[in-house]
């Protein structure tokens, strides 16, 4: 059934302080919206159960990319189109300005905010995979100040997030330590555009001589929520990429992974293509130009 707009207050303070002071007077009692992309889903469909929308669009403080020598931060409203198209971003984090390129249509990249992709916690969302792999440290902001966790920890079940009800998601924090690291990142889904992964999936290591020394892998659709994946990854840690030490990170990959049947995917594909997935990056991370 259709939503009836008669039953909705928006407020649209047009300052980080002014919606902070509303949260902190109602905590939980508005629900934030950005670029509304997922909201106005819920909204048409008759899902939207919050009546009280805080309107964060066109706050300033959360459009900004700042870069400095050894980070970059990402404002949490900045678009999927800022973000595909920022030279900082695209030169330091190329696997999230492929993420950003993926997400939706250009349409939904014009709207479509980095804080809303995270916080909307899907599983399947596009740029969680890139952000695991690029260590991303989420900066929180309510009325009383600000804390920085790990992306990491932030998620901590399917649709539920390390979020107070007083705060919003400010900036997103990348170190710039990956310079000439080998990189990889795939997104299947039923078409190009417009299309909810099946699995998506970014990873960047380092090789010493023939060797691992660093392999930070991020996947999305194959767990209750965006996952890093530690084990598949210590596995491989030191060791030479071979058709053996693959078949075993395989085998601990399948131990790591959860993956679930809904509308998009059966639990069996997505097992299947995840391992795939992380076959041919491994088999490409072994050939890429590190290897000496
Ligand atoms: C046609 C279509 C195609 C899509 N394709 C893709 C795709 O390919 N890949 C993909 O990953 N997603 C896709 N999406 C989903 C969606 O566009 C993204 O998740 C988008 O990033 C959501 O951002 P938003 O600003 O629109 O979020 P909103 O709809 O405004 O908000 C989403 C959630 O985030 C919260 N929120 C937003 N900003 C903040 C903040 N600063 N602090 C705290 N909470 C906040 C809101 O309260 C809400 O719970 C698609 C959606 C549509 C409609």
Same mark, same amino acid.
């Given at each position: 059934?259709?939503?009836?707009?008669?039953?909705?207050?928006?407020?649209?303070?047009?300052?980080?302080?002014?919606?902070?002071?509303?949260?902190?007077?109602?905590?939980?009692?508005?629900?934030?919206?950005?670029?509304?992309?997922?909201?106005?889903?819920?909204?048409?469909?008759?899902?939207?159960?919050?009546?009280?929308?805080?309107?964060?669009? !066109? $706050?300033?403080? /959360? +459009?900004?990319?700042?870069?400095?020598?050894?980070?970059?931060? @990402? *404002?949490?409203?900045?678009?999927?189109?800022?973000?595909?198209?920022?030279?900082?971003?695209?030169?330091?984090?190329?696997?999230?300005?492929?993420?950003?390129?993926?997400?939706?249509?250009?349409?939904?990249?014009?709207?479509?905010?980095?804080?809303?992709?995270?916080?909307?916690?899907?599983?399947?969302?596009?740029?969680?995979?890139?952000?695991?792999?690029?260590?991303?440290?989420?900066?929180?902001?309510?009325?009383?100040?600000?804390?920085?966790?790990?992306?990491?920890?932030?998620?901590?079940?399917?649709?539920?997030?390390?979020?107070?009800?007083?705060?919003?998601?400010?900036?997103?924090?990348?170190?710039?330590?990956?310079?000439?690291?080998?990189?990889?990142?795939?997104?299947?889904?039923?078409?190009?555009?417009?299309?909810?992964?099946?699995?998506?999936?970014? !990873? $960047?290591?380092? /090789? +010493?001589?023939?060797?691992?020394?660093?392999?930070?892998?991020? @996947? *999305?659709?194959?767990?209750?929520?965006?996952?890093?994946?530690?084990?598949?990854?210590?596995?491989?840690?030191?060791?030479?990429?071979?058709?053996?030490?693959?078949?075993?990170?395989?085998?601990?990959?399948?131990?790591?992974?959860?993956?679930?049947?809904?509308?998009?995917?059966?639990?069996?594909?997505?097992?299947?293509?995840?391992?795939?997935?992380?076959?041919?990056?491994?088999?490409?991370?072994?050939?890429?130009?590190?290897?000496?």
């Amino acid at each position: 059934m259709r939503s009836d707009p008669s039953e909705y207050e928006m407020a649209s303070p047009g300052t980080l302080a002014g919606a902070l002071d509303l949260l902190r007077h109602r905590p939980g009692g508005w629900l934030p919206v950005a670029g509304g992309t997922e909201i106005m889903v819920q909204y048409s469909a008759g899902r939207l159960g919050a009546r009280r929308l805080l309107n964060l669009w !066109g $706050i300033q403080e /959360l +459009r900004e990319i700042a870069e400095s020598d050894d980070s970059l931060r @990402i *404002g949490g409203g900045c678009t999927f189109s800022q973000l595909r198209k920022h030279p900082a971003v695209r030169d330091h984090f190329p696997l999230l300005a492929m993420a950003a390129a993926w997400t939706g249509s250009v349409a939904n990249q014009n709207r479509a905010t980095i804080a809303g992709n995270i916080v909307n916690a899907s599983p399947a969302a596009d740029s969680p995979p890139a952000l695991l792999a690029y260590e991303a440290e989420l900066e929180l902001i309510s009325a009383v100040g600000t804390r920085r966790i790990p992306y990491r920890d932030f998620h901590l079940g399917y649709k539920k997030t390390g979020l107070y009800p007083d705060e919003l998601l400010l900036a997103i924090h990348l170190p710039k330590r990956f310079a000439g690291w080998f990189r990889y990142a795939q997104k299947t889904g039923t078409r190009n555009a417009q299309a909810i992964s099946k699995i998506c999936i970014a !990873g $960047i290591g380092k /090789l +010493r001589g023939d060797y691992v020394e660093a392999l930070h892998i991020g @996947i *999305g659709a194959v767990a209750p929520t965006p996952l890093r994946l530690h084990k598949t990854e210590s596995a491989l840690l030191e060791v030479k990429i071979t058709d053996a030490s693959i078949r075993d990170a395989l085998r601990v990959l399948a131990s790591e992974i959860s993956p679930i049947d809904d509308i998009r995917s059966s639990a069996e594909y997505r097992r299947q293509v995840a391992a795939n997935l992380v076959e041919d990056l491994l088999r490409s991370f072994a050939e890429s130009e590190q290897a000496i």
